[in-house]
């Protein structure tokens, strides 16, 4: 009331006490600026009925203040909804674009998930990485492999005391663990710079998350990979959450189902760890944005082309068999009627005597559901958004099925041969770490930490990775060059440069 403070930072659920409205109709507010601004629409991943009360709380205002809206992951649909929703007349929009091109992106399907991770994380010794978990039992049972293995971690999720919890993130961020296991309760708010890798143990429930999470590596700039490890189980706990979610009751103002939204999304999160085409170009065609026609060249489908295999065979009976089961079922039903299963059930549809009944018998029936979601990635079947999932042949997939169209989709092999799952390599940066001066890059890093020990602050923010590179690269030994170095300016030059020069002028 006094002035004393500028700036006051609430939650939008306060907006729901008179007496704090009150309050802040007293006081002299000059600016509203909201966070996490897709909250606000149902169309978005993280809708909270809170967020329309800001609209209200601003209209209040005798002298309206300036407002501003700010969110990382926001589709065309959802721009507008901030607009009209948060009543913002005829703003000014800025998109920065959703491109971060360090980023390496790679859909992977192991046969043995913890066994793919184990391989990749020795690989990656020594980097700081986020492990995403979509259940807090997952996220126990992962950190608990990782210890066994050796590899040293810690885990978050909302279930752990807050004590835990604040223990473990300080450990990730000064640098005191690598590895954090993790629900997506971890990240809101963190801006660790050198996560160099962000591991998906399970496919997300929406692009909006996967991107927000995937997104918290290589914040400095440098290359860092988002790889996801996919399974049709990822497919069958998303839809169980979903469907027993406790959101299913619509918000004053917003009539649209909240969970055949998230069904919605969850279909589009499955076409791209389906998709054959560049990774990088779906997610930017997804938030509206145009990418290039001939791909990324760095991310998993554009290293390998794809991975495409001829299909033709079995895609046919695929589309035969949802022709002539009348489209109006979902994968689970369709997969068996493949396999020539459940016979009680088809023969109660007629189903047992259609001519594909049984033509993919052979063929496990996770690889069936990957078939049908790899043929709607790429357009020959088209799945309802409802809670169901109804599989029903597209324009494309007519054609193919009644002319000689060759089918071309990613595949994995059925019973692929046993052994160590091997990680693509993205393209690498050139830095300390690849030119040969990674016991350079070593020595300073840990000087870097041992300075951020002594002032108890996270190591990234006396210099940043990119920093330490461009040190490796350069080996400054005066002033004027050590500020040639990304990243640093006069004060750290003042602070750092002497001590980290004679360690270089040491290393030579």
């Given at each position: 009331?006094?002035?004393?403070y500028?700036l006051?930072?609430i939650?939008p659920?306060?907006?729901e006490?008179?007496n704090?409205?009150n309050?802040l109709?007293?006081?002299?507010v000059?600016?509203?600026?909201?966070?996490e601004a897709?909250?606000?629409?149902?169309?978005?991943?993280?809708?909270?009925?809170?967020?329309?009360?800001?609209a209200?709380?601003?209209?209040?205002f005798?002298k309206?203040p300036?407002v501003?809206a700010?969110?990382a992951t926001?589709t065309?649909?959802?721009?507008?909804d901030?607009v009209?929703?948060l009543?913002?007349?005829?703003p000014v929009?800025?998109v920065?674009g959703?491109?971060?091109?360090?980023?390496?992106?790679e859909?992977?399907r192991?046969?043995d998930?913890t066994?793919?991770m184990?391989d990749?994380?020795r690989k990656n010794?020594g980097?700081s990485?986020?492990?995403?978990?979509?259940?807090?039992?997952?996220?126990?049972?992962?950190h608990?492999?990782?210890?066994t293995?050796?590899i040293a971690?810690?885990?978050?999720?909302a279930?752990?005391?807050?004590?835990?919890?604040k223990?473990a993130?300080?450990?990730?961020?000064?640098d005191?663990a690598?590895v954090?296991?993790?629900?997506?309760a971890?990240?809101?708010g963190?801006?660790?710079?050198?996560?160099?890798?962000v591991l998906h143990?399970?496919?997300?429930?929406?692009i909006?998350s996967?991107y927000?999470?995937?997104?918290?590596?290589?914040?400095d700039?440098e290359?860092?990979e988002?790889?996801?490890?996919?399974?049709?189980?990822d497919?069958i706990?998303?839809?169980?959450l979903i469907?027993n979610?406790?959101?299913d009751?619509?918000?004053a103002?917003?009539?649209?189902?909240?969970?055949?939204?998230?069904?919605?999304?969850?279909?589009q999160m499955i076409?791209?760890?389906?998709t054959?085409?560049?990774?990088?170009?779906y997610?930017?065609?997804?938030?509206g944005?145009?990418?290039?026609?001939s791909?990324?060249g760095?991310?998993?489908?554009?290293?390998?082309?794809g991975?495409?295999?001829?299909?033709?065979?079995?895609?046919?009976?695929?589309?035969?068999?949802?022709k002539?089961?009348?489209?109006r079922?979902?994968?689970s039903?369709t997969?068996?009627?493949?396999r020539?299963?459940?016979f009680?059930r088809?023969s109660?549809?007629?189903?047992?005597a259609i001519p594909?009944y049984?033509?993919?018998?052979g063929?496990?029936a996770p690889?069936i559901k990957?078939?049908?979601?790899?043929m709607?990635a790429?357009?020959?079947?088209t799945i309802?958004?409802?809670?169901?999932?109804?599989i029903?042949?597209s324009?494309k997939?007519?054609?193919?099925?009644e002319?000689?169209e060759?089918?071309m989709?990613?595949?994995k092999?059925d019973k692929?041969?046993?052994?160590?799952?091997?990680?693509k390599q993205?393209?690498?940066a050139?830095?300390?770490e690849?030119t040969?001066d990674?016991?350079?890059?070593?020595?300073l890093k840990?000087?870097?930490?041992e300075l951020a020990?002594?002032q108890?602050?996270?190591p990234?923010?006396?210099?940043?990775?990119?920093a330490?590179?461009?040190m490796?690269?350069?080996?400054?030994?005066?002033?004027?060059?050590?500020?040639?170095?990304?990243?640093?300016?006069?004060?750290?030059?003042?602070?750092?440069g002497k001590i980290?020069m004679?360690?270089?002028?040491?290393?030579k």
């Amino acid at each position: 009331m006094k002035g004393a403070y500028k700036l006051l930072y609430i939650a939008p659920e306060r907006l729901e006490n008179l007496n704090f409205l009150n309050f802040l109709n007293a006081i002299n507010v000059s600016m509203v600026t909201i966070d996490e601004a897709h909250c606000v629409s149902q169309w978005g991943h993280d809708f909270r009925p809170s967020y329309l009360k800001i609209a209200e709380m601003i209209a209040m205002f005798k002298k309206k203040p300036v407002v501003s809206a700010f969110t990382a992951t926001a589709t065309p649909i959802v721009k507008e909804d901030i607009v009209k929703l948060l009543k913002l007349d005829d703003p000014v929009t800025v998109v920065t674009g959703f491109d971060r091109k360090n980023l390496y992106f790679e859909v992977n399907r192991p046969d043995d998930k913890t066994e793919f991770m184990l391989d990749y994380l020795r690989k990656n010794s020594g980097k700081s990485g986020i492990i995403y978990c979509i259940t807090r039992k997952l996220v126990e049972s992962v950190h608990e492999k990782l210890e066994t293995a050796g590899i040293a971690a810690v885990k978050y999720h909302a279930g752990l005391p807050m004590k835990e919890r604040k223990a473990a993130q300080e450990k990730f961020i000064y640098d005191q663990a690598g590895v954090i296991v993790a629900t997506n309760a971890f990240g809101m708010g963190i801006d660790k710079s050198n996560v160099r890798f962000v591991l998906h143990y399970n496919m997300p429930k929406n692009i909006e998350s996967y991107y927000q999470e995937a997104g918290r590596a290589g914040r400095d700039g440098e290359k860092s990979e988002c790889v996801l490890l996919f399974s049709g189980s990822d497919i069958i706990m998303n839809k169980f959450l979903i469907e027993n979610s406790d959101r299913d009751k619509d918000a004053a103002g917003a009539p649209r189902s909240d969970k055949t939204n998230e069904m919605r999304k969850l279909s589009q999160m499955i076409e791209y760890c389906s998709t054959a085409s560049c990774l990088r170009s779906y997610v930017l065609k997804y938030f509206g944005e145009k990418p290039g026609a001939s791909g990324c060249g760095n991310c998993g489908n554009c290293s390998s082309g794809g991975g495409l295999t001829d299909m033709t065979g079995r895609a046919k009976q695929v589309l035969l068999c949802v022709k002539s089961m009348g489209e109006r079922f979902g994968s689970s039903f369709t997969a068996e009627v493949l396999r020539g299963e459940n016979f009680e059930r088809a023969s109660e549809y007629g189903f047992d005597a259609i001519p594909s009944y049984g033509s993919l018998k052979g063929i496990p029936a996770p690889a069936i559901k990957d078939l049908i979601s790899s043929m709607a990635a790429s357009g020959y079947l088209t799945i309802d958004e409802s809670l169901y999932r109804t599989i029903s042949l597209s324009d494309k997939g007519a054609s193919a099925l009644e002319n000689e169209e060759t089918i071309m989709l990613k595949h994995k092999e059925d019973k692929p041969e046993k052994k160590r799952a091997a990680v693509k390599q993205p393209p690498k940066a050139t830095s300390a770490e690849t030119t040969g001066d990674s016991r350079l890059f070593d020595r300073l890093k840990a000087l870097r930490r041992e300075l951020a020990d002594k002032q108890h602050v996270p190591p990234y923010l006396i210099f940043s990775d990119a920093a330490l590179n461009g040190m490796c690269r350069l080996l400054p030994t005066t002033a004027e060059e050590f500020l040639e170095v990304s990243g640093v300016g006069q004060n750290k030059l003042r602070r750092y440069g002497k001590i980290f020069m004679a360690e270089i002028a040491r290393f030579k």
